[in-house]
């Protein structure tokens, strides 16, 4: 992945006035997510773990963003959308049903489950899901690419992008209260924002970087 | 005892005394130089003096604001800097004659007044909307440059003041001194009014006192514009009295627009967005300015009656 | 006027934990101007019999609570949602602010089932106004009178001059933020404070225009471009339809209803009416609702039921009787049908420029050309557009959602996110009685059976849908934008279900917004749109309620209450 924005991390205005303490609140109990299942059960996490790896895959060059952990973490809550497609069972019982009906889906298609594919079957299979191709037993009439759009792709792009490090790589301003913006304008940046590079400035664009704390 | 009054006046309202003071004593040097053109050029000097801090300031932040994208946005920096020393200069000289580097930095800032009077309409122009409210509130702000053409007009006046000999009234142009400076006062006077009243307007007139500076100097002005015309040999005693208001008006508002920074979201602490997105702290002075040359006309008037 | 002794309204306790404990009791309420700040609150007890019970607090409840208490009645305000000091509570996050959104579940169904919560529900004392977007603008005149003067929908039982009249009181109440002349219409007063400076977003939406010879406008907001009492300027922060954190934003929380606390309302927050309660005269008695853990009766001599679009009808459902075995004030059976979302289709694009629409209010230019102009058109009603600026969460879905892209492609786009731009309508759909809110048999966590919600679009929808994103596409073409695509499925705002008119047979309140059936029984908020529009509703829901206020005050004086 190219680094359109090197060295920018909106954690380094934390202690600037784009942040408040209410929101230093919220995102360092965010930043403490990790680890453990308390919703999944292990299995089911490794299979979340798979199939966020190919949502939205990651660069090895930085400290991942913990996908699975931050969905366990709305499942445990029960954080509802506030609305709900007849087709489709309550939040916790969709992703039960989703996840189990995913493996079998491997295991009928490849002998193996989900995790024990490789990449690119792995996304053969999901792409079947988003088709609503997959059927049978396992989805117990929830169709399969209900549960891929409303459940599986947003819950996991939700989760993907309530962490500091996605806002970081694309180069939004993130917090923004007290001090918001003062250069509205086209190719216009206040300080306090990510500085792209674009291509021939890159040394520039990081010393920017460096600044906006 | 007038006199007098009038002076401790203008050092009260005067940035520039201490700079003044290191030059010299300047109410011995006025009264030697009593009734002679110096003095009022001097007092020219300083009203331009004024301006240039004001116009230094406030390009400095909105054009800070603006990135500096474009390499002419240093300009009024340079400009008004070099005004500003001109006029320190200035008002600490007590000879006659126009000085050359001044004249021609006072030039220099009327005339990049005036290009960055057509870079800010061009501006304007340009946006989606052209001439639009909108885009007069927000885009380059059409009336801000002329400030540093006013600063340059002051001090331009200052040494045409000073080029006069000793003794007989002054002339600028073949015409009576004070009277010319008033009228291009007056004339300021009413330009900067439109500039506040434009802003003020922005920020929907939501404090009563956002009507101060369209009230109290445009009645300056037309007080100023009457002694242009008007009789030499009159006592304004009220129009000095209210030009001297309007200069302190022109600091009040730097106070008035500090408390409107600090009511902005984050107040003080978020200052490097409400020093740039509140009220402009260093423009309302260009009123002190102002009013300072209109306060040096009146002074030339009553010094040289022309009839 | 109810009895004005006044009584201990709950526990004392400090609260800081707003959506599980109540902080408007004991005589005070929230300061929302203020870190853990309070205003006196007059309180009334169970049995007082108060003039009005008003359920719900956003645009149409909370605007009437004000307007009802300066006439003096003694008012009751009741509100799901918690009460939150905006200055304390709301954080600078997309996901946690989720907390402003009705996110209790509602099954959807339909054709095209809608999505609700974010964009068009609210939980919140002050409703829906406390996230949304702030765009304040007046119905195009005819529109009161689709039927007779455009040919579709139904006539509306009001007129538009007095309306006009009712939005400028609206426009001073908000100190609407708006251009000096606004371009279409008849002529309208100025607004109250000067428009928004344009982000570059709304300058793309600008160039579109000029180049497609159409003409456009800084949009008219509810968020002050200048300082007014404790509300400072908008700092363009972006958040906007996540909760304003500044106060800048003038939403009901922060501006009917201190009001209406000073003139002697009490607002009841976490208070969910369950229940309207009727006598064996047909007359409302007062509410049940459910507050603390356990449910409660409020006396009164007048209900209003002001729970928007899904909650309103809802109620009246859940309250029926052997009297009203249909619901309250159903007898036309149009009670939960007509429901009418707005088209809220948008075309996105990417520009060579940075552009980081996340700076500002989202929507800071627009234009309403095709609401007034209807050459050209193959369909009914209109629709204005306006300029986007989502925050990443909601574009990685919109990314994901609509534009159906997962894995590397979503990461390749989103990297783009700087340089995106988009066009947004605010359409008109039809009313159609096939689309409707009824009871499904799933019980929310109070017991109540949850809102079953069934859309459809019909032809016109989807012609007048196609038109705009055909227009919008071109507009984006005009300014070099790359990449273009139509994000086809989104809609917003909610209104209908219980329609008001001249005829009881086929509406449900009249003009008063007085259900024909009970006469003390009203309903206040979008619900009693004949119609929509192709505007943002919420200058009209309260410019609806005022005029309600007015004839409310009229009809006491006649002794006609």
Redesign the interface.
């Known amino acids: 992945?190219?680094n359109?924005y090197p060295g920018y991390d909106v954690l380094a205005k934390r202690h600037t006035p784009?942040?408040?303490e209410?929101?230093r609140?919220?995102?360092d109990k965010?930043l403490a997510i990790s680890g453990e299942p308390r919703f999944f059960t292990a299995q089911e996490y490794a299979l979340v773990g798979a199939i966020c790896a190919?949502?939205?895959?990651q660069p090895s060059d930085r400290a991942p963003i913990p996908v699975a952990a931050l969905l366990d973490e709305k499942l445990v809550l029960n954080?509802?959308?506030?609305?709900?497609?007849?087709?489709l069972p309550?939040l916790r019982e969709a992703w039960r049903r989703g996840l189990r009906a995913l493996d079998e889906a491997a295991r009928e298609a490849h002998g193996v489950g989900f995790t024990r594919l490789d990449a690119a079957e792995q996304?053969a299979l999901?792409k079947r899901a988003?088709e609503g191709k997959l059927e049978g037993p396992a989805w117990e009439g929830m169709p399969s690419k209900l549960f891929f759009?409303k459940r599986l792709?947003?819950d996991i792009?939700?989760a993907?992008?309530?962490h500091p490090t996605?806002?970081s790589?694309?180069?939004?301003?993130?917090?923004?209260?007290?001090?918001?913006?003062?250069r509205?304008?086209?190719?216009?940046?206040d300080p306090w924002?990510?500085a792209?590079a674009h291509g021939d400035d890159d040394a520039k664009a990081l010393r920017e970087n460096r600044r906006v704390g | 005892m007038r006199l007098r009054s009038r002076r401790s006046v203008q050092h009260f309202a005067n940035p520039l005394a201490a700079l003044d003071r290191q030059a010299g004593d300047p109410l011995l040097t006025a009264r030697l130089d009593r009734g002679s053109a110096v003095r009022a050029a001097q007092r020219l000097n300083r009203a331009a003096g004024t301006l240039a801090i004001a116009v230094l300031f406030d390009s400095a932040m909105e054009h800070y604001r603006g990135s500096f994208h474009n390499r002419a946005m240093y300009t009024p920096l340079v400009s008004a800097s070099l005004s500003l020393l001109a006029s320190a200069h200035g008002t600490a000289d007590p000879r006659s004659g126009a000085h050359k580097l001044r004249d021609g930095i006072y030039a220099f800032a009327g005339l990049a007044g005036i290009a960055g009077t057509a870079f800010h309409v061009y501006n304007i122009g340009k946006?989606?909307?052209g001439f639009s409210?909108?885009n007069l509130?927000?885009s380059a702000p059409i009336g801000a440059p002329m400030a540093l053409s006013l600063s340059g007009m002051l001090g331009f006046l200052s040494e045409r003041v000073r080029d006069n000999p000793p003794g007989p009234p002054p002339l600028i142009f073949g015409l009576p001194a004070g009277r010319v400076t008033a009228a291009m006062t007056s004339a300021g006077l009413l330009g900067t009014v439109g500039e506040a009243g434009l802003l003020h307007?922005?920020?929907?007139y939501?404090?009563p006192a956002m009507f101060l500076p369209v009230s109290v100097p445009p009645l300056a002005a037309a007080l100023l514009a009457e002694s242009a015309v008007g009789r030499s040999r009159v006592r304004r005693r009220f129009t000095t009295w209210w030009l001297r208001f309007t200069a302190l008006l022109g600091f009040a508002g730097v106070g008035f627009h500090s408390l409107?920074v600090a009511?902005?979201?984050?107040g003080w602490r978020?200052w490097s967005?409400n020093l740039l997105?509140g009220p402009p702290l260093p423009a309302p002075p260009s009123f002190t300015g102002l009013a300072l040359a209109g306060l040096a006309a009146l002074g030339l008037m009553e010094d040289h009656p022309d009839e | 006027m109810a009895t004005t002794t006044r009584k201990r309204c709950g526990r004392t306790g400090v609260s800081d934990d707003p959506q599980h404990v109540p902080r408007a009791r004991d005589g005070r309420a929230p300061d929302v101007f203020r870190h853990g700040g309070w205003v006196p609150m007059r309180c009334y007890g169970e049995n007082d019999e108060v003039d009005f019970a008003i359920v719900g607090t956003g645009a149409g409840g909370g605007t009437l609570a004000c307007r009802l208490a300066e006439a003096g009645f003694s008012v009751v305000a009741l509100d799901a949602g918690p009460y939150w000091r905006p200055l304390?509570?709301?954080?600078?996050?997309?996901?946690?602010q989720?907390k402003l959104?009705?996110?209790?579940?509602?099954?959807?169904?339909g054709e095209n089932?809608?999505?609700?919560?974010?964009n068009n529900?609210g939980k919140s004392v002050g409703g829906s106004t406390v996230h949304f977007a702030m765009v304040s603008l007046r119905f195009r005149p005819e529109w009161f009178k689709a039927r007779s003067k455009l040919g579709y929908g139904a006539d509306w039982p009001l007129d538009w001059r007095e309306m006009w009249d009712y939005y400028t009181e609206v426009e001073q109440a908000l100190?609407i933020s708006g251009?000096?002349?606004y371009p279409w219409g008849p002529k309208r007063p100025r607004y109250?404070?000067?428009?928004h400076?344009?982000?570059?977003a709304a300058?793309v939406l600008?160039?579109g225009?000029?180049a497609m010879g159409i003409d456009?406008t800084?949009t008219p907001l509810a968020t002050v471009?200048?300082?007014?009492g404790l509300s400072?300027?908008?700092?363009?922060?972006?958040?906007c339809t996540l909760g304003c954190?500044?106060n800048?934003k003038q939403s009901v929380l922060i501006t009917w209803l201190p009001r209406a606390l000073a003139a002697g309302a009490e607002i009841r927050d976490l208070a969910m009416v369950g229940r309207v309660e009727v006598n064996e005269a047909g007359l409302a008695t007062g509410v049940h609702y459910h507050r603390e853990g356990a449910w409660h009766f409020q006396r009164a001599r007048n209900v209003v039921v002001a729970g928007y679009a899904i909650e309103t009808p809802r109620l009246l459902l859940n309250s029926a009787t052997a009297r009203y075995p249909d619901g309250l004030a159903n007898s036309s059976g149009l009670v939960g049908k007509n429901l009418m979302a707005q088209s809220n289709q948008a075309v996105w694009g990417l520009m060579e420029?940075?552009?980081?629409a996340?700076?500002?209010p989202p929507s800071l230019s627009m234009t309403e050309h095709w609401n007034y102009q209807d050459r050209g058109k193959d369909f009914f009603g209109g629709y204005c557009y306006m300029s986007q600026g989502p925050?990443?969460?909601l574009?990685?879905?919109t990314?994901?959602?609509a534009h159906?892209l997962?894995?590397?492609a979503?990461?390749r786009d989103?990297?783009k996110?700087?340089h995106q731009v988009g066009l947004k309508i605010v359409g008109e759909m039809l009313p159609q009685k096939r689309n409707r809110v009824t009871l499904a048999d799933e019980k929310d966590q109070y017991g109540l059976p949850i809102a079953?919600?069934t859309y459809s679009w019909c032809d016109n929808d989807k012609r007048l849908i196609e038109h705009s994103l055909r227009f919008m596409t071109q507009a984006l073409e005009a300014v070099d934008a790359r990449d273009i695509w139509r994000q086809e499925d989104d809609t917003c705002h909610l209104n209908g279900t219980a329609r008001m008119g001249d005829d009881p047979r086929t509406s449900v309140v009249n003009a008063d917004c007085r259900s024909w059936d009970i006469s003390n029984l009203w309903i206040c908020d979008g619900s009693v749109f004949p119609t929509v529009g192709g505007v943002n509703p919420s200058l009209t829901i309260q410019a609806i309620a005022c005029r309600t206020a007015d004839r409310i005050r009229a009809l006491a004086a006649r002794g006609e209450l």
């Open positions: 992945m190219s359109r784009s942040w408040n209410q929101t609140r919220v995102i965010r190919r949502i939205v895959p954080a509802l959308d506030g609305y709900r497609d007849a087709r309550p996304d999901l988003e759009e792709l947003r792009v939700l993907y992008y309530a996605s806002w790589e694309i180069g939004w301003g993130g917090p923004a209260s007290p001090r918001g913006y003062v509205m304008g086209f190719n216009r940046r924002e990510a792209e | 946006r989606p909307g409210w909108l509130f927000y307007f922005r920020g929907a939501h404090d409107g009511r902005n979201m984050g978020n967005q997105n | 304390e509570d709301f954080a600078s996050d997309e996901h946690e989720t959104y009705w996110t209790d579940e509602r099954i959807v169904d089932p809608l999505q609700l919560g974010s529900s100190k251009p000096v002349r109250p404070y000067r428009p400076e344009l982000n570059a300058l600008a160039q225009a000029e456009w800084p471009s200048a300082p007014r400072p300027p908008c700092v363009y922060r972006g958040f954190s500044t800048a420029d940075e552009i980081r996340y700076k500002g925050l990443p969460a574009w990685a879905t990314q994901a959602g159906g997962w894995g590397d979503l990461m989103m990297e996110y700087n079953r919600v």
